[in-house]
């Protein structure tokens, strides 16, 4: 019994240290962005260019849940080319049954979506968006989920919930879910927001309704970066998150979901 004890404690604590180096090297990382925004000559650097080096700003909004907001994370074209993939391959939107951890429908999101293929992954303009959420976030590449384009019609929300599993069933392939990247693909929206309630000691715009939280309004090329599980390894219940009721116009994102180990 205190063998195993000992163990448990030794992966905790392992885990724990990996997240706060983690967090530390991703903080080093924002700095050198916070100082390279406004330079954009690239000057032939492909690197460069596929991190959109001096074009992407970040914007700490919170530490506990850790949310960034990256402005100018996708370029206008790059937005375009998801919506285009997407539009005629959507369908009614799915939540995660936690007794089963298959897709099921629910009142409780309310968008339509669709999943990036395995095939499509290798698509130039698709593997530069992946290596720089995999820069930016500092979770490798191969870690990550297949990214999921979402449209969000008037009346169309998605109610809080966190992105984490509560199933054992979708821990099997690449652990737990530890942060998320949620990217915004159109303009001209009226709500719509992203809604941490548990964000944040104010009040904020969702739906055209005044709710205590922090919220993101959704700009086209825009991403929020935030994370599900905390610097000590478990699942942060603060990260609990919403899309806002769209009031007009159609909300369009892409989403990434980033796991503990590789997912293929």
């Known amino acids: 019994m205190a063998s195993a004890m000992k163990i448990v404690f030794g992966l905790l604590t392992f885990v724990t240290v990996g997240m706060i180096i983690g967090a530390l090297f991703q903080l080093a990382f924002i700095r050198k962005l916070e100082d390279s925004y406004g330079v954009h000559s690239w000057d032939n650097d492909r690197e460069a260019e596929t991190l959109r080096l001096g074009y992407v700003k ?144 104010g009040e904020c715009n969702c739906g055209g309704k005044i709710v205590k939280g922090l919220s993101v309004k959704p700009v086209k090329g825009d991403a929020v970066l935030f994370w599900s599980m905390g610097l000590d390894g478990q699942s942060d219940q603060k990260s609990i998150h919403g899309g806002c009721e769209v009031l007009s116009g159609e909300k369009w994102s892409a989403t990434k979901w980033m796991r503990q180990r590789s997912t293929y």
């Open 58 to 201: 970040p914007e700490i909004i919170s530490w506990s849940p850790r949310i960034i907001v990256l402005h100018n994370f996708l370029s206008m074209e790059e937005c375009d080319y998801l919506r285009a993939i997407a539009r005629p391959r959507l369908q009614v939107s799915t939540v995660v049954d936690t007794k089963t951890g298959k897709g099921i429908k629910s009142n409780v999101r309310t968008s339509s979506g669709m999943f990036l293929s395995p095939e499509e992954r290798k698509y130039p303009m698709v593997q530069a968006i992946e290596k720089r959420i995999s820069v930016y976030s500092q979770v490798p590449v191969e870690n990550g989920e297949l990214v999921q384009v979402l449209r969000y019609e008037k009346n169309q929300f998605y109610k809080p919930h966190h992105d984490y599993f509560s199933d054992t069933f979708n821990l099997k392939l690449g652990g737990q879910r530890i942060a998320t990247m949620l990217m915004y693909l159109s303009d001209d929206v009226e709500g719509g927001e992203t809604y941490f309630p548990m964000a944040g000691t």
